[in-house]
C-alpha cells in the first residue's frame, strides 16, 4: 500500500501523458536509502504496462559496477534480441554493429569483430538512442533504471548522453540514485537537463508523521509512535525495521530516540535491527545468506551453496528459512534471489566478518572461472580475495583492463590499478609492471585524467630504463643479439601501448649499441671488479641509492646511523672508482639486471 506521496504521484503521471503525447522525457527520482525512490519508480513502471506502454528496466547493483554498460545491458538485452531482424537492419549497418558489439543477445551478428576504439564509444551512444526510437515507434517506451548510483562508469555515460541527446519520440526515461553516492555526470548532465526543462528532478522528502503512522497500521502507543517517528527520521524503510525489531524486542533506546539523526547515515537502531537478525540464524543458514551477499543481487542459488560449502540436502532448508523470514526474496527468474533491501545486503556483508569473505571471494572467483564466466564478472572477486604476487590473479585483472579498454576507460583503470596492486614491487614481475603502467597510462588519458596519466607514463618510463638496462650487461658481453632482442621487445611492448618515448629510447639504445660498446666495456670491467668486492652491507646500501633514496632515507631503513651509511658511502665510491651517486645508481642496476639475467659480466678482452 502506498502512503502519501499525492504531489510526486501527480508529477509522475503527467510525465507519463506528455511522454505519450510524442514529448521525450526524463524524470529522476533522487533521495536517501529506503525513502521510497523504488516504490515511486515501479508504482509507474506498473501504471505504464497497464496503459500499453512496453517497460524496460534494470537495477544497478554496487558489485557490478565493473561490468562495463551492464545496467544497459540488463535493461535492454532482452528487448534487443527480439527485435525482428528488419527492425535491427533498419537502424543500419553502423548502429547494427556497435550495438551487436556490446549485446550479448546480438552477439551472433558481431563476426566476430573485435571491440572497437575508444571513439566507438560515442557511436555505440547513438545507436543506442537509435534503438529506443526503433523500440518506440511502434509503442511508448519507459526504461527504469533503479540504483543508478551503483551502476557502473560506461553507463553512467551512456545515460549522460541521452540526457543530453533525448530520443525523439515517446520514451520516458526513469532514473533513481541516492544523491550522496551518485557519479558526479550524472548529476552534472541531469542538473542541466533540468535547468533546460529537458528533465524532472523530484527529490523525495521524509514522510510527514501521520503518514508514518498509516503505513505503520495499527501503530503502538503515542509515545513510541513518536520515537520511531523521530530515530527513523520519516524514513518508510527505517520505520518498517525498526517498527519490526520493536516485535521482535529490540527496543528503541530512548536518549537516542531523541538525538537528531545526521547526514543518509543508517540508525544504529536500524544496523543493531538487521544485525541481531542475522545473528539469530543457525550457521548454515546464516552462511548461505553471507555467501548470495558476497554473489550481489541477484544471486545464483547454487553458487550461493558452493560458496557456503553447503550440501542442497542442507542448502534447501537454508534458503526456505531465509525466504520466510524474509531477509532473501525469490525473483523473476527462477533459483535467483534478492535481499529484502540493499541496506540489508550491507548489513549482512558487513557482518560476514573480514576473513571469511575473502575466502567466500575466492571460492566465487573459481567458481566463476570454472563456469566459463566473462573475466570482467570473475575480476570483482578475484580483486577482493587476491594475494600480492598472485600471477593468476594479475594476469586475470590485466585481461579485465584490456576487455573494458576499448568501451569504458574508467573501468579498466579499476583493473589495471587492481592487477599493479598484486604485483607490488616483486622483481619478478618488472615486465608485467610496465606492461601494467603504460597500459593504465593509456587508460587514464583515455578518461581525461591526463596528469595521472602522464604519472604512470613517467613511471613506466622509469621501470623500461631499467629494463633498456638490462640490454647493456649483454651488449657489453659482446652478446649483442641478446641485447637486440630485449630492445625489441621493449620496443614491441611500448608501440603496443602507445608510449613513444620508451619506443624512441629503446631503439637508440639499439643504435647505440656498437657505439657504445667502449664505455660499456669501461663499466662491464669495473663491474666485474668493483661489484663483488663490495661487502654484502655496501651492495644493499648501493641497491638503496640506485633506488633514489637518499643517505637519511637508507639510515632509517636499515636502523643506522646517517653518518654510517655517509661512510659506507665513501667506500662504495672509492672500491668502484666513480665520483657521483648517480654513477652508482648505474652500475648497481646494471650489475642487478646482469644478475636477473643470470649474466655474469665478463672481463673486456
Ligand atoms: N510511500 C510509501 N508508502 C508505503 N511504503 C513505502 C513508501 N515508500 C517506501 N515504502 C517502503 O519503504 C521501503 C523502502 O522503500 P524503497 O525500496 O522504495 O526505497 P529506496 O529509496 O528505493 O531505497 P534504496 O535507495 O535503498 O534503493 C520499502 O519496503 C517500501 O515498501
Ligand atoms: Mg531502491
Redesign the pocket.
Known sequence: MLVGRLPELRRLRAALERARSGRPGVLALVGE??I????L?EWLLGRATAHGWRVVAA?AAHHEREFAFGTWIQALDDCVGKLPAERLTALGGQHEAELAMVFPSLAHRSRGRAVGVPAERHRFHFAVRALLEELAADRPTAVGL??LHWADPASIELAAHLLRRPPGGPVLLLL?YRPTYAAPLLRDALASASREQRAQVLELGPLSASEADELLGSPPDAKLRLALYRESGGNPFYLKELARGEARGIHLDPAHASAPRTGAELPAAVRASVEQEIAALPAGVKKLLWAGAVLGEPFDFDLAAEIAELAVAAALPALDELVGLELITGTSSARRYGFR??VVRAAVYESAGEGWRRHAHARAAALLLNRGFAQEAVAPHVERSAGVGDREAIELLRAAGDAAAARAAQTAVRWYEAALGLTADIDAFRDLRIALLLALSSALSEHGMLDEGRERLAEAVDAAKTKILAARAPGAAGERDHARRILTGVQADAGRWGALRVARMAAEEAQHLDGAKVSIRAAGGRLSNGMPALTAREREIAALIARGLTNRQIARQLFVSVRTVEAHVSRILDKLSVRSRSAIATLTTTSLVAANLGLAPRRCE
Open positions: 536509502a529506503g521510497g525512490k523504488t516504490t519508480l537495477r533503479d540504483d533513481a533491501h540493499p
